[in-house]
Structures are given as structure tokens and as C-alpha cells.
């Protein structure tokens, strides 16, 4: 099974940008969706977005217009591009797959 690492994460000031990773040990060209997704301390996981093998993207309310979903099937990595970020944006995030194991995430903190 193809198993998924995040990276990309650190702290940032409200209003900045960040680029997340998650890279694919196999082909991720035939894995209908990839999702990121991101669970806030005392909270429950969350998605964020997810995109389809054709490209079709879905994103949550909470991140539509600052977030953009991608995919390079050729290297294999799924891409969240973070803008105009808040500090509620500050959580872990996770990237997976249906019926994928949930990796270590990588943590994104917004804050001055």
C-alpha cells in the first residue's frame, strides 16, 4: 500500500504562507482522492480539502479562497498551499487516503 509522509509545517505570522507536502511512496496516479486534513489540540480531525485524480478539488468553508489544493502525479506529492493564514488555521495536518493509515502529520502554528 502506498503510504504518505507529510512535511512543510512550521510557524508563521497571521496573514503569511506556507506550502505542505505529502509525498507518496508509490504512483498516486490512480488513488481516486487525496485529502489534507488537521486536528487543533482537545479537537477532532478535520478535512480541509481534498482533490481527485482528475483534478477536481473540495475544500472545506473554513479555508475556501486562502487554500488551494494540487497534484503532480509525476512526482508523486499532493500539495496544500496555506494563504492569508490565521491563528485558527493552527493545528496538525495530516494528509491520507480512503483506507489509508494516518501518518505523524506535520504541525502548523499561526501566530505573532
Known amino acids: 500500500q502506498v503510504q504518505l509522509v507529510e512535511s512543510g509545517g512550521g510557524l508563521v505570522q497571521p496573514g503569511g504562507s506556507l506550502r505542505l507536502s505529502c509525498a507518496a511512496s508509490g504512483s498516486i496516479a490512480s488513488i481516486y482522492a487525496i485529502g489534507w486534513y488537521r486536528q487543533a489540540p482537545g479537537t477532532q480531525r478535520d478535512l480541509v480539502a481534498f482533490?481527485?485524480?482528475?483534478?477536481?478539488?473540495v475544500y472545506a468553508d473554513s479555508v475556501k479562497g486562502r487554500f488551494t489544493i494540487s497534484r503532480d502525479n509525476a512526482k508523486n506529492t499532493v500539495y496544500l498551499q496555506m494563504n492569508s493564514l490565521k491563528p485558527e488555521d493552527t493545528a496538525v495536518y495530516y494528509c491520507?487516503?480512503?483506507?489509508?493509515?494516518w501518518g505523524q502529520g506535520t504541525q502548523v502554528t499561526v501566530s505573532s
Open positions: 482533490i481527485t485524480s482528475i483534478g477536481s478539488a
Open positions: 491520507n487516503m480512503v483506507g489509508g493509515s
